[in-house]
């Protein structure tokens, strides 16, 4: 699949939690927090998920660190920007701000985190517009927008996706709002996927991953697939490697089925 215009699986990884907690810097973990995101790049890992307000940025600094070596033109990186930046010149000078953290000259995937209510989507989106006319940022999305504001946003830009919340506790994104991304080309992207590990205990995952013989995230991440971008967290190897078993078989439309009728 495309995204940005860049060929990439589609799994992505999640840095929420990684280099400390809501605008909150922690330093405890970062050389084990650098070494998972290097591993999900060696395995075949191109999409990588981070916000600014991720420990106060600090996430972003470890994707800095992470993506050394590696080629940058293969990589989707994708940051936020928080709701109480959304004024115009706010929106170009957190970007600037990620960009330099991130020790990149451009951000693949620009989205805004929350919407508000007090900023118009017009000023916010003209200055991502302004970002992409300066090659700052290659495309731009938005993130928790259900489908009346995605309508409203797609007024005033080329919106390339919609990052929500979808997992097998939350099926919600599937009566509207996956449909009509899909008629636009709009990709989803599922934060969440694994419903902080809930989804991987349930009865009939575990059921399906003895019949198919993966772990059960795996079961879960496939189903997810098939209609949007998952991007799981996996902060050690051997939970990423059960991850990355999604890509390696399809679900049954009857097994799909199957979990839709469960939640």
């Not at 899909?182 to 995952?205: E, F, M, T």
């Not at 991440?221 to 902060?235: D, F, G, W």
């Not at 051997?238 to 439309?253: G, Q, T, V, W």
Request: charged share 30%; aromatic share 8%.
């Amino acid at each position: 699949m495309k995204l940005c215009g860049k060929e990439v699986p589609p799994l992505g990884l999640g840095t929420w939690k990684m280099g400390g907690g809501y605008f909150s810097p922690s330093y405890e973990r970062d050389q084990e927090d650098v070494e998972a995101i290097r591993y999900a790049l060696s395995r075949g890992i191109r999409i990588i998920d981070t916000a600014e307000m991720y420990g106060g940025g600090h996430a972003e600094e470890l994707v800095g660190r992470a993506i050394k070596g590696f080629d940058r033109e293969e990589i989707v990186i994708i940051t936020k920007v928080w709701p109480n930046h959304l004024r115009y010149n706010d929106v170009i000078n957190s970007a600037k701000a990620s960009l330099r953290r991130l020790q990149v000259e451009y951000i693949d995937l620009y989205l805004i985190h929350w919407p508000s209510s007090e900023v118009p989507l017009s000023e916010t989106l003209s200055a991502m517009e302004k970002l992409k006319e300066e090659n700052l940022v290659r495309c731009v999305g938005v993130s928790n927008f259900d489908l009346p504001l995605l309508k409203e946003a797609q007024k005033y830009a080329k919106i390339e996706a919609d990052e929500v919340e979808y997992n097998l506790y939350n099926l919600s994104p599937e009566r509207e709002l996956i449909p009509y991304c899909q008629s636009q080309g709009v990709h989803v992207i599922a934060y969440s996927p694994l419903a902080q590990g809930k989804v991987i205990k349930d009865k009939r995952v575990v059921e399906l991953a003895k019949k198919y013989g993966k772990p059960p995230s795996a079961i879960a991440l496939n189903y997810l697939m098939k209609r949007s971008i998952p991007i799981p967290k996996a902060s050690n190897k051997a939970h990423l490697d059960e991850a990355l078993e999604a890509l390696s078989f399809s679900l049954s439309k009857e097994d799909e089925e199957y979990l839709r009728g469960r939640f």
